[in-house]
């Protein structure tokens, strides 16, 4: 919701999932490093919404994907949108985050 007001593409957990399989994206998670640790998107980073621009990908072309905790948390539409100001053309965020993820029974990684 927060996503397309701030003028941002947003992508379903199902379409994400879906296009991991044929494509290449960065997905970031931008929960607190417990939650991440708990359950995460397989393949995501973890950035704190005030992340170093150094972290992200040198190519300014690449698919980013972030995600937060759930439709109302702004932390992931403000990262992306830092990332589009940084330059980067392909950014997406998938407004369910990792609630709407697990609600749809995909895949998770969990750990350090």
């Known amino acids: 919701m927060f996503a397309m007001l ?3 593409k ?10 991991m399989q044929a494509e290449t994206f960065t997905i970031i998670d931008v929960n607190a490093e417990q939650s991440w640790r708990r359950a995460r998107v397989p393949g995501a980073i973890h ?3 005030d992340y170093d621009a150094g972290a992200l990908p040198h190519d300014k072309s690449s698919s980013l994907i972030f995600y937060c905790s759930n439709p109302l948390c702004r932390k992931a539409p403000s990262a992306a949108k ?10 997406r965020v998938m407004a369910a985050g ?10 998770v990684e969990s750990g350090a």
């Open 6 to 8: 701030m003028g941002l």
């Open 10 to 19: 947003s992508i379903s957990p199902k379409e994400l999932h879906e296009r």
């Open 47 to 49: 950035l704190g919404v």
């Open 82 to 91: 830092r990332a589009k100001q940084l330059g980067y053309a392909n950014v």
């Open 98 to 107: 990792i609630t709407g993820w697990t609600d749809a029974r995909l895949p």
